[in-house]
Every structure is written in C-alpha cells, then in structure tokens.
C-alpha cells in the first residue's frame, strides 16, 4: 500500500493472527532482455493471546483495543529504463543500479514487512 496501515485489536477478541507479505524484487535487464528473475519476497505472520488487563501481558499477549501497525513492503521496480536506477520497495527495499553504458540495470528489492506495536519503532517489531 505505500504507507502504514493501523488495525485495533476487537473487544470481543480472544486470539489474532495477522500476516503481512513481503513485495517482490524486480527484474534485471541486459539489453532490454529479462537475465535476473525478480525474487518471490517472503512474509510475516504473528499469532498473539488477546487479553484485557495489562498486569500479565506475556511476550506473544496483546490487548483488546490496541492499534496495531501492519507494514507491507512493496514490491521493487525492474531494471528497465536506461540510464535510471530502479527503486526499491516501500519499507526499505534497495534501490537497483546501472552498469556503465546502462546495458545492464538491476532491478530493485522488494521492502520488508512486519507488524509492530509501537507506529515507527523498529524495537516493537
């Protein structure tokens, strides 16, 4: 999707599983030919206990009403315009390069995903 998207734990709630899949890399080119397939990208899946007081959280237990942040990486451009550099997928997939003479251009990494509890907190993941 591009961006962040928010998901609150129901009330009514008892267990959750949430999964989130990677985008895809794109494809490299060598003279306008596909020679490097773009890669599958993988996934993430969380399973938590749902529960309603905070005072026994475990590591796996989340609370009923919590937001949680589900970002899903995007998938990487091909390597196909001359002379510009692929992008990467949203959520930190890299950027593909041009050889010298941009007969062959890589194509860019799909982003990664994953599902935190706290918005923008890499440790929350």
């Known amino acids: 999707t ?23 890399g794109g494809d490299g080119y060598e003279y306008e030919v596909v020679r490097g397939k773009r890669g599958k990208g993988g996934g993430v899946t969380a399973h938590y206990s749902v529960i309603n007081q905070t005072s026994n959280a475990g590591l796996l237990d989340v609370q009923a009403g919590t937001p949680l942040y589900v970002y899903a990486g995007g998938s990487g451009e091909s390597g196909i315009n001359p002379g510009i550099n692929a992008k990467g ?14 007969h062959r251009k890589g194509g860019g990494g799909g982003g990664a995903s994953d599902i935190r509890l706290v918005n923008n907190s890499l440790s929350s993941r």
């Open 2 to 24: 591009g961006s962040v998207q928010t998901w609150v734990v129901p009330l009514t709630a008892r267990v959750i599983v949430l999964s989130a899949y990677c985008g895809r």
């Open 89 to 102: 997928g949203w959520n930190g997939g890299g950027d593909g390069d041009c050889a010298s003479g941009a």
